[in-house]
């Protein structure tokens, strides 16, 4: 043991030569300086009391010299060690690619998740100084403030030196002879102080341009709009440009690599907030129940986190003291920007913590996989070594030499991994997700990931060298050469690389798990009562105020474009709404019991997902209509308000399901009569429990959102979906050629989104499930194979006696059997724990699932009878006479 | 300077080892410990001193931190470890057996 002690501390200083020189020095200035006082003591001078230290010291830099090499490797020594690994390496290639391929890809399963990690959660936001920038978060869940709340805050503290808001809109932008529908930022004038970047061009918003609305119709391009939109204009400062058929002025252009203060979305365009009602042709901005903004703010000089706390806490128990009813119970949280804030921030760690813990498991895998097969070399050098250290050699030079060829396998991996890395994450970085979000992730490569990479190839390395130590410090020369070939020991106790198999299949079989509870979550989610059927169905969204609309013109559009799309050939039902479930904007509703008289929220009875529906849009959907009717274009803002309920609605509203003609109140204090009950379904998340949802009738409250579902003949090849998705299409622009379509495609392929986080996980599991498996076949095999040859005299033997091939295959491969079976009950229990990981984002993540269960045994069962199909076969197939002879 | 006899070879780690088993010192202080102790007669050189104690850390018998002396310097300390108290002991017991064997080699076999 001290052997490695003393090569580890070698390599400490050799990592940490300079400070190790400096401390020599330090310490022989102070034993001169300690020589001359000695002198001046007996009388000298000072001068020459140090000139005579120093001559009696000598050469200074000789002694540090002469210090350091005691200590130091020599480089002669380390040249000869690589060219004797490189040798080694060379004569079995085989052994070299394999160690090279498994340390290679466990290395780039880590660097890759730690790129993940580094990027979304660990790097701040690309901004200067951005460790003073946070977000403010109203709870937990709830990201969205209002706007007059946000002034409030704004007004309020203490502790910002600015505070901003800013709300991700789509907008539809003319350029190159058509209207692309774009994303952006609806900002207010601070917003810039806080992420105080410099523009590439012209200037950035300011608090004048938000000072009311109507104050500036200008907007801010960002880098990516400037080039793909306008051909990267060098003269484009000044220029009018149309969004949502509005003249806005653009004032500046964004740097490069700037994208906003959301790490996963990249938008086109910055507007002033205080223009919202004639961009949205709709006017949040008064009222305090439109939660509709995100809040983020800068940090003063010497403020810390919990002083900020602290101030909000104050601002918002003052605003709720003000408004007692309108703001009862609002709280004010200081969240990290980036992710949303917690509300995905939170998941999104989470998951990519337990991966990174996963992927580390892999790698240890690995590590024991290969430590084996170091072991399994050295037991077979044995000889070897044992003339080495027979003819002068020592332990501390050999386990040198093996550390080194340790070193240079990791080295190479480690190379490797970094360019398969480096690809991914690009790979990564250029990718967007099947929705039309703007969602792109910024996880480009930074140079720390090949330190990262290094430092993941150096533990590995370390870890796999020291496998074979044990055999090294037990070799004795007398032993090993007089009883011939390494056959001592083989086979008779449990050796190392034994216990290094079980903790590998261990380890394998918690990835495997993990894999397959992703699978079976992810199976689930596309299994599920989603309350409608997104199936045989196309669904076309387009937002009519980017076309210049308002909310009564885009009323008597929808009413022309129902009637043109209903004479569509292979239309089976069709309908629209403003939003449907499960797409990105959601908006809900305060339903209070009809009791209620004082609208305050702390009387609220729940907040319920709404809906503004036509009348045919739940056929459309697919939703099951349970009592009652559908909603009517009767049902207009002059007759007696009327909704549809879900049933879940009444249960918890009346809990009951006898609910046509009862009432419920809403904000205003109205009460709405409810006329129909659907099937309930999922709203906001495929995760979510049961929750009440509300269908109001679109001609009762106009919207310029548009969501046209059309139901086609059932077709499960999806080419009638497919072609009526571009009637569609063609059907509104006929109508309107300057409205620009975010989506008209199959409905199922739009629920990508709700989708994502699952299928994310369930990709990226099965790839460390895939390689777990890899490697426990790898190391079994190796392991099974090695013991088989290792025993072949005896076996022959044994065969030669007259045993049967069952005593053989107990005798050959039984202990593999006892390893596989404790390594994989070890494996699966561990596995069970850690899936609650997986919870935040998979649905109804579970390892206790009998299925789940049976198919990891199964799994583990099937890959240990493939890896040691082939030693048995030739354990069976001994010749103990063509054996025994060669021997 | 010239005329001192030098340190017997192999006998540097175990005077070393020794100087720091009476308690802990600086490099220096080892110097001047071992010069007083031997009036004089043994002076090690700082040519040797330093890697010497360098070796002895390696080999985990001594371990060395930083303090401040009484003069309020910085300065590395060598305190002796339990394996080097047990080197020393070895050590020792092997320079006894030296000793007396170059002893009975050099005494006068007729005087017995």
Same mark, same amino acid.
């Given at each position: ?8 501390? +070698? ?7 300079? +400070? ?37 010291? /000598?050469? *200074? ?81 709830? @990201? ?82 400037? +080039? ?121 760690? !989470? ?75 690009? &790979? ?13 992730? !910024? ?40 009883? &011939?070939?390494?056959?001592? &020991? ?15 299949? $261990? ?10 509870? *992703? ?173 009440? !949802?509300?269908?109001?009738?679109? !001609? ?26 571009? *009637? ?81 295959? $107990? ?33 109804? $993540?579970? $390892? ?26 030739? *354990? ?12 | ?8 070879? &192999? ?17 220096? /202080? ?41 003069? +309020? ?7 002796? @470890? ?31």
């Amino acid at each position: 043991m001290s052997t490695l002690i003393q090569f580890l501390k +070698k390599l400490w200083i050799l990592l940490w030569r300079r +400070k190790f020189l400096n401390e020599l020095d330090e310490e022989m200035a102070f034993h001169r300086a300690q020589a001359a006082q000695e002198f001046i003591a007996g009388g000298m001078t000072p001068q020459a009391a140090r000139a005579a230290a120093m001559r009696q010291f /000598g050469n *200074a830099t000789k002694l540090r010299e002469q210090s350091h090499q005691a200590v130091a490797f020599r480089v002669e020594t380390v040249v000869q060690d690589l060219r004797f690994s490189i040798r080694q390496m060379l004569r079995s290639p085989g052994f070299a690619v394999t160690a090279v391929t498994t340390l290679a890809l466990g290395i780039a399963a880590n660097v890759i998740v730690f790129g993940v990690l580094q990027a979304l959660v660990l790097r701040p936001l690309d901004v200067p100084n951005a460790g003073k920038v946070v977000s403010l978060q109203r709870s937990r869940n709830d @990201t969205n403030f209002s706007y007059l709340e946000f002034r409030d805050i704004r007004d309020g503290q203490s502790v910002f030196s600015a505070v901003a808001a800013d709300r991700v809109m789509d907008f539809g932008l003319d350029a190159i002879g058509a209207t692309h529908p774009i994303w952006g930022y609806e900002v207010s004038g601070e917003y810039f102080e806080v992420v105080s970047i410099k523009p590439l061009l012209g200037r950035l918003l300011a608090r004048a341009d938000d000072d009311h609305p109507g104050a500036a119709e200008v907007a801010v391009l960002s880098w990516g709009a400037w +080039k793909n939109y306008f051909n990267s204009d060098p003269a484009i400062i000044g220029k009018t440009v149309r969004l949502n058929k509005l003249p806005y002025t653009v004032i500046g252009v964004t740097p490069q690599g700037f994208y906003g203060t959301e790490k996963f979305l990249q938008p086109d365009v910055f507007v002033p907030m205080s223009n919202e009602a004639e961009i949205e042709k709709f006017n949040w901005l008064d009222g305090r129940q439109n939660h509709n903004i995100w809040a983020i703010a800068r940090l003063k000089e010497g403020i810390n986190l919990p002083q900020a706390q602290a101030d909000l806490n104050t601002v918002a128990s003052r605003i709720t003291k003000q408004l007692p009813k309108e703001e009862a119970g609002l709280t004010i949280r200081v969240v990290r920007p980036g992710l949303l804030g917690d509300t995905f921030g939170a998941p999104a760690r !989470a998951f990519l913590v337990g991966i990174m813990a996963l992927a580390g498991i892999v790698l240890l895998a690995a590590c024991a996989n290969l430590g084996g097969l170091f072991a399994a070399r050295t037991a077979d050098r044995t000889r070897e070594l044992a003339i080495r250290m027979a003819i002068g050699s020592s332990r501390y030079r050999i386990l040198r030499q093996v550390l080194t060829e340790a070193f240079l396998l990791a080295l190479l991996a480690g190379l490797a991994a970094s360019a398969l890395g480096w690809a991914a994450l690009s &790979g990564l970085a250029a990718w967007r997700p099947p929705t039309s979000l703007p969602i792109q992730f !910024a996880v480009l490569p930074q140079p720390s990931l090949i330190v990262a990479a290094g430092l993941f190839s150096f533990v590995a390395a370390v870890l796999f060298g020291i496998m074979p130590l044990r055999q090294i410090l037990n070799a004795d020369p007398n032993d090993a050469i007089k009883s &011939g070939v390494g056959q001592s &020991g083989a086979g008779r106790r449990w050796a190392l690389r034994d216990i290094l198999l079980a903790a590998q299949i $261990a380890l394998c079989c918690i990835t495997v798990t993990a894999a397959f509870v *992703a699978l079976r979550g992810l199976g689930r989610s596309l299994n599920m009562e989603l309350g409608f059927q997104p199936a045989n169905a196309v669904r076309a969204q387009f937002d009519l105020a980017q076309a210049g609309y308002s909310s009564e013109s885009a009323a008597s559009f929808q009413r022309r474009l129902l009637a043109a799309a209903s004479q569509l050939p292979g239309v089976e039902a069709i309908g629209y709404a403003n939003s449907t479930p499960l797409a990105i904007d959601q908006s809900s509703t305060a339903v209070f019991s009809p009791e209620t008289t004082d609208m305050r929220l702390t009387n609220l009875a729940f907040g319920a997902p709404d809906y503004s529906a036509s009348p045919g849009y739940l056929a459309a959907a697919g939703t099951p209509l349970v009592t009652g009717r559908d909603v009517s274009f009767a049902d207009t803002a002059k007759s007696p308000p009327v909704a549809i309920v879900n049933q879940e609605f009444g249960r918890r509203l009346f809990h009951t399901d006898q609910v046509i003609g009862r009432y419920f109140k809403t904000l205003s204090g109205r009460p709405v009569q409810i006329v129909g009950v659907v099937a309930d379904g999922k709203y906001e998340t495929l995760n979510e429990d049961p929750k009440p !949802a509300i269908f109001f009738p679109i !001609a009762q409250e106009g919207n310029t959102t548009t969501a046209l579902v059309v139901r086609t003949h059932a077709d499960p090849i999806g080419v009638t979906s497919r072609d009526m998705a571009a *009637a569609i299409r063609k059907t509104i622009l006929d109508l309107d050629p300057a409205i620009p379509i975010q989506e008209s495609s199959v409905w199922s392929s739009q629920l990508g989104l709700q989708l994502f986080p699952a299928r994310v996980a369930t990709v990226a599991l099965s790839l460390f499930g895939a390689f777990g498996l890899l490697l426990s076949i790898t190391g079994t095999f190796g392991l099974a194979s090695y013991s088989v040859t290792k025993r072949l005299r005896e076996l022959s033997i044994r065969v030669a006696l007259g045993a049967q091939a069952k005593q053989i295959l $107990a005798t050959a491969l039984g202990r593999m059997l006892v390893l596989l079976s404790i390594g994989s009950t070890i494996g699966l229990i561990l596995g069970a724990a850690a899936s609650r990981l997986l919870s935040a984002v998979v649905y109804q $993540a579970s $390892a206790l699932d009998p299925i789940v269960l049976g198919a990891v045994a199964l799994t583990m069962l099937l890959t240990g009878l493939v890896s040691i199909v082939n030693p048995v076969r030739r *354990a069976l197939h001994i010749d103990p006479a063509g054996v025994l002879r060669e021997q | 300077m010239a005329n001192k006899p030098d340190l017997l070879p &192999g006998t540097l780690d175990m005077l070393i080892l020794k100087t720091l088993a009476r308690a802990p010192l600086h490099g220096y /202080g080892v110097a001047l410990s071992i010069k007083r102790l031997s009036d004089d007669v043994l002076t090690v050189e700082e040519g040797s001193l330093y890697p010497a104690l360098q070796r002895l850390l390696l080999q985990g018998w001594v371990k060395a931190e930083w303090k401040m002396t009484e003069t +309020k310097r910085r300065a590395r300390f060598y305190t002796l @470890t339990a394996a080097g108290r047990r080197q020393l002991g070895i050590e020792l017991s092997q320079y006894e057996q030296m000793i007396a064997a170059i002893g009975r080699v050099l005494s006068d076999p007729k005087e017995a």
